[in-house]
């Protein structure tokens, strides 16, 4: 049995988010995810989850693979698959993924680019610094990396999802930009694009691969200039809603969807309604998730105001979240798994 290794950059979230080896739940359903889906991390690391936090063992790196099918054969990819199939979820966060709800089923794969950290902002829950790569030795590797991964999708057949990015804004990257410059989907391929939305018409009004976008993610993480311009470092509200007027004049004639993002945490817990009312203003969707540990805060419990049950303003968050969620609750505006439970409980907060 190969040794799975967690990465030191990985062992964070490994440590801080429990895992079905230690949670103990029985699970009778079945996920997609591990045989399905990649994630290519900043390092190049691969993993077979939509998110790596909760299945942070990485499979190898993608220098390592001639052929995109091959990162799922891989004997450590087996070897989790596996823990999937036995329906012990040993190494999954399965209180954070969904699976403890229902099925997890997936018909087509997705491969997250994550292979580059850079952004036009330094927001707290993801980053302690600022972060923009344009030259040296770990640049030109990327771009290395990058060229590398567009190989593997142009040799594939599988209908696949490409997701640029989760940790930067490939908008703001000189990494992923050219990408999104140069790269043209084949038929199977469709895009959804991560950002943070303040490039788009500057990157996109005449860029032919936003015919091939077909789902914009947005973080906004607020619905309000004070508290964006509080939890989005270096970003403006004014330039923010001019982004979405061009954003909504595109998807009005393509019809591409747009998911709108907010992370739950202390500074924003206020604006929550604020942000609904931001999504509706649009006809946007929005997703409403809870903060995880990136080990960007020295002290992540002092802004974890839902998994922090001591923190002084836990009950007036879980107040505001039953409300919130009482009233807006639909297919426009969903919560998180553990948000929704919470949202949903009728007993007395502790």
């Known amino acids: 049995m190969t040794q799975l290794i967690i990465p030191i950059a990985n062992q964070t979230a490994y440590r801080t988010i429990p895992r079905n080896r230690e949670l103990g739940h029985v699970i009778d359903h079945h996920c997609d995810k591990p045989a399905r889906s990649l994630v290519i991390d900043w390092k190049g690391d691969c993993f077979i989850c939509s998110c790596e936090a909760w299945l942070p063992i990485p499979v190898g790196h993608i220098r390592q693979f001639e052929r995109l099918e091959d990162i799922w054969l891989s004997p450590v990819a087996r070897q989790l698959q596996a823990t999937i199939t036995d329906r012990s979820y040993a190494e999954c966060a399965v209180d954070r993924c969904g699976i403890l709800d229902g099925d997890i089923?997936?018909?087509?794969?997705t491969v997250s680019i994550n292979i580059d950290e850079s952004c036009n902002l330094a927001c707290p829950s993801?980053?302690?610094e600022s972060i923009m790569l344009s030259s040296g030795a770990d640049y030109q590797n990327k771009l290395d990396w990058s060229r590398h991964i567009v190989g593997l999708l142009e040799k594939t057949d599988l209908p696949v999802w490409i997701i640029m990015s989760g940790n930067g804004d490939p908008l703001a990257?000189?990494?992923?930009?050219?990408?999104?410059?140069?790269?043209?989907?084949?038929?199977?391929?469709?895009?959804?694009l991560y950002t943070n939305g303040l490039l788009l018409q500057k990157q996109l009004s005449k860029n032919t691969i936003a015919d091939h976008i077909f789902e914009y993610f947005i973080?906004?993480?607020?619905?309000?200039?004070?508290?964006?311009?509080?939890?989005?470092?270096?970003?403006?509200?004014?330039?923010?809603?001019?982004?979405?007027?061009?954003?909504?004049?595109?998807?009005?004639?393509?019809?591409?969807q747009v998911l709108l993002l907010f992370v739950l945490q202390q500074a924003n817990y206020q604006d929550m309604e604020n942000f609904i009312l931001l999504c509706q203003r649009y006809g946007f969707r929005g997703w409403i998730n809870r903060v995880e540990n990136w080990g960007t805060w020295q002290d992540f419990a002092a802004h974890d105001v839902i998994g922090n049950t001591a923190h002084e303003l836990h009950v007036p968050t879980v107040q505001n979240l039953r409300s919130v969620y009482q009233r807006y609750a639909s297919d426009q505006i969903r919560f998180e798994s553990s948000l929704?439970?919470?949202?949903?409980?009728?007993s007395p907060i502790v």
Request: charged share 25%; hydrophobic share 35%.
């Open 340 to 346: 929704e439970r919470l949202a949903k409980d009728k």
């Open 105 to 109: 089923l997936q018909d087509h794969y």
């Open 173 to 192: 990257s000189a990494i992923m930009r050219p990408l999104l410059h140069q790269y043209r989907p084949r038929a199977a391929q469709r895009i959804r």
């Open 126 to 128: 993801c980053r302690s």
């Open 219 to 256: 973080s906004v993480d607020a619905g309000t200039a004070e508290v964006y311009e509080q939890v989005r470092l270096g970003g403006s509200w004014a330039q923010l809603l001019k982004n979405f007027d061009f954003l909504k004049s595109i998807t009005d004639q393509n019809h591409a």
